[in-house]
């Protein structure tokens, strides 16, 4: 037993000896050392580790219990959500009825006040009300379909307090408005009425937004709406948003005086090709998809086609040709783009441009704008196929029709007498004349290089034959066959074989001269219609009604001086007494020998003294006042004894004084 307890301190000796460093006492590996919060941390999550790997099924417990408390907060929330959802459900079911029923009550409303034959107190009185039950959700009701035809009728018929109360109540609203379906007419209504600084103030909200709004089907028409209703100042403004960035963000720029583009970016030292890029980037959405019927994107193309070089100006060229140019020409601006497509576009776009006026081309001519478009055409166009085909087939359908409008004789004028002053005003001819800077010089630059290979005596001869097409018979011939050539001034055929096709060789003419013969006592009493008679009885510009249409056109004379040989009535002005009549007739005497030699033997011989005094007194002196020698013999015999009595007081013929 000694031996046993023995043993058994010698081994709880062992173990409680420290074993030192080489037999040192003083220091020992087991000291503790202070731990940093690093350490702490990492322990603790070994810790944490073996416990959660020591308890796997606590672990299983805690997983299971918060997914099923996940799952009972989901169906919670899913229960709110739903609830939530009903809730708003029953909010917009109530409004909709109380909508609906606010809607019916202002539709009996309309129906009362919008009736012409209410008294005016009687619909001041539904209208007051009508704006009351309406207050406080005006914005809203301008946008529905039914209630805001009500406030458009408040608004038109309404007092100017109850006016001004409604557009304040819009004024936070009009940009959304501006780009609703139906609030849009409310908007234009409220501008139809706005006083000059509630229109100021509109003008002035939809700064910064003109460009968005344009290209915007909805919003556009809003913003052409107060373009047309502002005054000059106004128009500059919103026209210099398109034009630069830096014009936009400065308002004051707008009361500057100039109006051209090409002078503001010369006074204020603008780069054209800043400009240049700002109006692509405005303008090219607005082409695409296809908004181009306000006189304000108008103006901006006419600008555009200003600063534009060669590639930019084809490609709007180009954008335009076809059915979308056919809604542009009733405004000044946009007959202007059409002309200036017809000149610069090659011949596959002007082909475009006619095909797509087809079926509109009697419309297009009574336009005042519009007509100039169809002269240019005709006058530049080589392709006369295709016009006698669209054109001329559509114009002869309504000829009677078209002599007698101011607009649509336009186009029969230039083909009879072409560019004549007295049927084209100078604004008419200088856009007419009118043209793009870059294509211009263009087409002078090309034309300038051929014409001088050409008078060079170096220049090959098989060279000359490779650029130009047909041999060379005049001076003119080395323009008409230059091929890929856009010619600004004119096309490629000789303008008297165009005009000769166009009328005589289609049939027009020969419908105009049976058209004046059928109708020739209306068209010449008429203040429009003689016009067109006077060119078809003198035969055209350079006689070119004669070689084929002589007889007819002697018919025509001939009914005219019957109509004059007619008695005098007391029912009805006479011919010869009628103030437009009696001019046509005597400008017929001093430029037509042949007519004033049927007028004399079948209306005046003999009867001279009857018709000298009103104004058949200048049918009668015409005869003493022609330049022709034979028509100033006809009337001598008569008309010597009234100039001595003093009846005709004439004075020298313009040729016999220029003579001497």
Request: net charge positive; proline share 3%.
């Amino acid at each position: 037993m000694a031996a046993k307890r023995q043993e058994r301190t010698e081994k709880s000796r062992k173990r409680k000896r420290n074993p030192g460093n080489n037999g040192e006492s003083g220091t020992s590996k087991w000291k503790k050392k202070p731990k940093s919060l690093s350490d702490l941390a990492n322990n603790a999550s070994k810790k944490t580790l073996k416990v959660n790997l020591n308890k796997p099924h606590s672990t299983k417990k805690d997983f299971q219990r918060s997914e099923n408390q996940q799952e009972q907060k989901d169906l919670l929330d899913k229960r709110s959500r739903r609830q939530r959802a009903k809730e708003l459900a029953e909010a917009r079911k109530q409004k909709r009825k109380r909508h609906f029923t606010l809607e019916q009550e202002l539709a009996l409303l309309w129906e009362k006040m919008r009736r012409r034959n209410i008294p005016k107190e009687e619909r001041s009185k539904l209208i007051t009300e009508a704006l009351q039950k309406m207050k406080g959700i005006i914005p809203e009701i301008g946008s529905s379909h039914v209630s805001s035809r009500v406030l458009q009728t408040c608004i038109k018929y309404c007092s100017e307090s109850e006016r001004d109360a409604v557009f304040e109540e819009l004024r936070p609203h009009f940009l959304s408005l501006a780009s609703n379906t139906y609030a849009v007419h409310l908007v234009k209504k409220m501008l139809d009425h706005a006083s000059k600084s509630q229109l100021s103030g509109f003008i002035s909200t939809l700064h910064g937004h003109v460009a968005p709004l344009l290209r915007h089907m909805v919003g556009s028409v809003v913003v052409e709406h107060a373009y047309q209703l502002g005054n000059a100042t106004q128009k500059r403004g919103m026209m210099m948003e398109l034009y630069s960035t830096e014009l936009q963000l400065f308002k004051d720029l707008a009361t500057m005086n100039e109006s051209r583009l090409v002078d503001i970016i010369s006074k204020l030292g603008l780069q054209k090709s800043s400009a240049l890029r700002h109006m692509t980037l405005v303008l090219q959405p607005i082409l695409e998809k296809g908004i181009v019927d306000h006189s304000i994107i108008h103006k901006a193309l006419i600008e555009y086609f200003s600063i534009a070089d060669q590639s930019s100006a084809a490609d709007v060229i180009q954008q335009l040709s076809g059915p979308l140019l056919v809604r542009m020409i009733h405004t000044k601006d946009g007959s202007n783009i059409g002309m200036l497509c017809v000149k610069h576009g090659n011949a596959k776009e002007r082909k475009k441009i006619v095909k797509g006026m087809k079926g509109h081309i009697c419309r297009i001519a009574h336009d005042h704008n519009g007509c100039m478009v169809l002269v240019c055409i005709l006058s530049l166009v080589d392709d006369t196929k295709l016009l006698t085909k669209v054109v001329i087939h559509e114009l002869r359908s309504a000829l009677k029709e078209l002599i007698l409008d101011k607009n649509g004789r336009r186009p029969f004028l230039q083909l009879l007498h072409p560019f004549c002053h007295r049927y084209f005003s100078p604004d008419d001819l200088a856009s007419l004349n009118s043209f793009i800077p870059s294509l211009r010089r263009e087409a002078g630059a090309e034309l300038q290089h051929i014409e001088d290979k050409q008078a060079d005596s170096a220049v090959d001869d098989e060279e000359v034959e490779h650029q130009i097409k047909a041999p060379v018979d005049d001076t003119n011939e080395s323009i008409k066959f230059v091929e890929g050539i856009h010619l600004v001034e004119k096309g490629k055929k000789d303008p008297f074989l165009r005009r000769q096709e166009l009328l005589v060789k289609s049939g027009l003419a020969e419908s105009l001269v049976d058209t004046c013969i059928e109708n020739a006592e209306e068209l010449l009493r008429s203040n429009i219609g003689k016009e067109v008679l006077y060119e078809v009885a003198t035969a055209g510009a350079d006689g070119i009604l004669l070689p084929t249409l002589n007889d007819k056109l002697t018919c025509l004379h001939q009914t005219i001086a019957s109509l004059s040989s007619e008695p005098k009535s007391d029912d009805a002005e006479h011919l010869l007494e009628n103030f437009h009549s009696s001019r046509t007739i005597r400008k017929l005497v001093l430029d037509c020998p042949t007519f004033a030699s049927t007028l004399w033997k079948v209306a005046l011989e003999g009867k001279c003294k009857t018709w000298a005094r009103g104004h058949s007194l200048k049918v009668v002196s015409a005869f003493a006042e022609s330049a022709d020698l034979e028509v100033r013999e006809l009337g001598k015999g008569e008309l010597h004894p009234l100039i001595a009595a003093g009846v005709l007081t004439i004075p020298e013929p313009k040729q016999v004084a220029n003579e001497r």
